[in-house]
């Protein structure tokens, strides 16, 4: 596999995104505004599952959670950024969602929270759920500002009304005061750009620098605790890393951090994963999925963050190595694993993938849908009523996607928020059709 200006980082090239394309194995399904919202006063964008050590879903006394970034429904989307709020939400049956309500009270560190992870661990030294995220602007601040660091918070439990026996849903539980989520919570940063590996906010020469996203991730195969997270590569000017300059703000990573001790409070940076130098700016949520030894690692992309005269789409892209710190290379030759159709472009966004016995579930939000606008790249340019009429601010159907070797294909879809456990069946209509197949 080719390798980057840095020498030995397993590189997404331009070669390989030169191949990107829509096709019948990549492209979802429309979607249609569900009859209900998960929570009409709030937008929700970018989740993820609490966890367990293991990777696996937490289910406690047989509820599920999910986290949200979130902001108040009545706001212009476009402006959500940068207000946004991290809410939890739990679920019975992995189909209605309830609100829970914010995880912080307010004592959290940037001026608002970005994407991040929760793992769950009862036996924990420091209270029961370790929640990374993005501490995003300079707390004090007077103006908004863009600063980007991996933060920690420890010491929330979770409390629930008990007694529902394993995977079972009692009918008789109120589901508004089912679970809860308390603190206090301690806050620390963990983690900021090295300026060498990866890029701090004044080396920046393009967009706005990222260092975001820390997801929690324990290597099955060596036990060892790592956090990945988005990031960029330093490329100063003049080396010539690209073949045009211009391209050289294109500088998107994935990084990643080791916990010698496996202590998941105590991380060192490591030199990244992959990166996509003249390629992409932005290679956001990374987060992996390890099956029998192969580790697939997925990113969330945007058309406007590739680099000039390549051609890519609001997209899940994925790679896949034999080892952790393994030769990464694209799945389907070029990293696309699923987009929206040509006349919805914008229709979802922030996949998170996991797996599901033979299949792989992708979960997103529902993002702007564009049914007659299919050439709008800058929703910010609608007029505003309109931009409030066509942002999603759910969670979108999730997409069944099957996996073979370095290919994956779009099986199917559930329904809007659809989140099922590795325990529960997915509807039988895609084992008929595969055992028709003979498969
Ligand atoms: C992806 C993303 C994340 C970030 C969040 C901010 O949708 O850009 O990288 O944490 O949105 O809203």
Redesign the pocket.
């Known amino acids: 596999m080719s390798e980057d200006a840095a020498g030995d980082t397993p590189a997404w090239t331009r070669e390989h995104a030169a191949g990107l394309r829509r096709d019948d194995s990549n492209v979802a399904p429309i979607i249609y505004p569900p009859e209900e919202r998960i929570d009409e006063d709030l937008h929700i964008?970018?989740t993820w599952f609490l966890r367990n050590r293991d990777g696996s879903i937490a289910e406690i006394d047989g509820y599920r959670v999910i986290f949200s970034?979130t902001s108040p429904s009545n706001l212009l989307p476009g402006k959500?950024?940068d207000v946004?709020t991290i809410r939890y939400f739990y679920s019975q049956d992995g189909e209605h969602w309830t609100t829970g309500g914010t995880v912080f009270d307010g004592d959290t560190l940037g001026q608002?929270q970005?994407?991040?992870s929760a793992m769950y661990d009862p036996e924990g030294d420091e209270g029961e759920i370790y929640f990374y995220y993005?501490a995003?602007g300079e707390d004090g601040a007077d103006e908004l500002t863009y600063t980007?660091r991996l933060a920690l918070a420890t010491g929330g439990t979770v409390s629930t009304d008990g007694g529902l026996s394993e995977g079972g849903a009692s009918s008789d539980v109120p589901s508004d005061s089912g679970f809860s989520i308390e603190g206090p919570w301690d806050h620390q940063i963990l983690l900021t750009p090295d300026g060498d590996w990866y890029e701090r906010e004044d080396q920046s020469r393009g967009m706005i620098y990222?260092f975001?996203?820390p997801w929690f991730f324990e290597d099955p195969e060596s036990g060892e605790t790592y956090l990945l997270f988005?990031a960029n590569t330093l490329v100063p000017e003049g080396t010539g890393a690209c073949d045009d300059p211009v391209w050289e703000e294109f500088n998107g990573s994935i990084g990643i951090a080791h916990s010698p001790t496996g202590d998941p409070t105590e991380f060192e940076l490591r030199p990244p994963l992959l990166d996509a130098v003249c390629v992409n700016q932005?290679l956001?949520?990374p987060h992996l999925v390890v099956r029998d030894g192969t580790y697939y690692l997925f990113i969330?992309s945007h058309v406007h963050t590739f680099a000039p005269e390549l051609e890519g789409y609001d997209a899940l892209y994925g790679f896949v190595a034999d080892d952790l710190q393994g030769e990464y290379e694209p799945l389907n030759g070029h990293g696309m694993v699923l987009t929206n159709p040509a006349n919805a472009p914008f229709q979802a966004?922030?996949w998170l993938v996991y797996d599901h016995g033979d299949e792989l579930l992708a979960s997103s939000?529902f993002n702007y849908f564009d049914y007659n606008r299919p050439n709008l790249d800058d929703v910010s340019l609608l007029p505003e009523d309109e931009q409030m009429r066509r942002f999603g601010g759910t969670l979108a159907p999730t997409v069944r996607l099957g996996l073979d070797g370095k290919q994956t294909n779009v099986i199917d879809t559930l329904d809007h928020g659809h989140l099922p456990l590795q325990r529960e069946a997915l509807p039988k209509s895609w084992w008929d059709a595969e055992s028709k197949d003979g498969g």
């Open positions: 964008w970018d970034l959500r950024h946004a608002r970005w994407a991040g993005t995003a980007q990222t975001r996203d988005e932005e956001e949520r969330s966004y922030s939000f």
